[in-house]
């Protein structure tokens, strides 16, 4: 049985996106990947950039509100900010949590080529995250 996995972060728009495009790639066929936030922001197109230089197309995501999941019954529930950590609403669910606070590239300033790097370094760390998340749970 395939397992459930959430991603959560408060807009939805950029970490768990970028999370779940890491999971759903490591994970092949063996999990089913969501990702919300406790606010929707959209999809941030600095995020599928990133993502598409990696190989990895997530242009197609939608940014997605925790309500829209509360029927589903998962397995893992990785929140990827404190925000979301400390703010998500309960919902009954025998998932294992999860919690890693990776920075919010969306904050970066400074030029172009600054805010870049921001997104490239966060986008490295969420994927050897999730590579060890998928290695060790699924």
Do not use: W
């Not at 029927?71 to 990827?80: A, E, L, M, P």
């Amino acid at each position: 049985m395939e397992k459930k996995i959430l991603v959560l972060c408060t807009g939805n728009s950029c970490r768990s996106q970028i999370a779940e495009g890491y999971l759903r790639y490591f994970a092949q066929n063996k999990a089913e990947v969501y990702s919300a936030g406790i606010e929707t922001h959209g999809v941030n197109p600095k995020a599928i950039a990133t993502m598409k230089e990696d190989g990895i197309d997530i242009s197609r995501h939608t940014s997605n509100n925790i309500d829209e999941y509360k029927n589903i019954d998962f397995d893992f529930v990785i929140t990827v900010c404190d925000n979301a950590r400390e703010n998500c609403p309960y919902f009954p669910t025998k998932a294992k949590v999860f919690h890693h606070n990776f920075q919010d590239p969306a904050k970066a300033t400074g030029k172009q080529e600054e805010i870049d790097r921001q997104f490239r370094n966060v986008r490295k760390e969420i994927k050897n995250y999730c590579e060890k998340f998928i290695r060790e749970n699924i």
